[in-house]
């Protein structure tokens, strides 16, 4: 997988000074590139007994329905706040500087249901920690997280102890 790496632009001091950020912006129009992404996920959960692919809003629903789509899965999205129009359970979160919250619709998860949690990046773990929350919340298992990028130096998988982890590209 390092050959995609050389495909995510690095931009220092953004989105402040001092952050280094991981552009997926230059992977996306390669074709071969997401191609790739996207094989690789799916040929590392094709074995993966699950029934649901979740995103999180916004670049997660880049990722997580197409790898839905190649799995054959059925997909749910989660989203900030007031963004979906049925009743909803909401989890909120630390962040470095504050609180979030996230929102998923209330039915969107049966009982007993195995859900693949799929986003672009790991980083200091507290969204997907939070949506782990939201899943066995309703009930749901998580089957497993899988990532695009793990920034191995932010120790996200330390609010992930538990969970079957897997990153393609690590930093």
């Avoid at 997660?60 to 799995?71: E, H, K, R, S």
């Avoid at 989203?79 to 504050?98: D, F, H, I, Q, S």
């Amino acid at each position: 997988m390092n050959e995609l790496k050389q495909l995510i632009r690095e931009v220092p001091d953004f989105p402040k000074p001092g952050i280094n950020f991981y552009d997926i912006t230059t992977l996306l129009k390669d074709s071969a590139g997401l191609v790739k992404v996207i094989e690789a996920m799916r040929s590392q959960y094709s074995a993966l007994p699950f029934d649901l692919v979740l995103g999180i809003e916004a670049r997660g629903f880049i990722f997580a329905p197409t790898v839905a789509y190649a799995l054959r899965k059925g997909f749910i999205p989660v989203r900030k706040p007031k963004k979906l129009p049925a009743a909803t359970v909401k989890m909120e979160y630390e962040l470095e500087y504050g609180t979030d919250t996230l929102e998923i619709h209330a039915d969107a998860i049966q009982p007993g249901q195995r859900v693949l949690i799929v986003d672009d990046v790991l980083a200091t773990g507290g969204t997907a920690a939070a949506v782990t929350k939201l899943v066995e919340k309703l009930g749901g298992q998580v089957a497993g997280l899988g990532f695009i990028i793990e920034l191995d130096f932010l120790n996200g998988r330390g609010k992930l102890d538990g969970y079957q982890i897997h990153s393609l590209i690590h930093y």
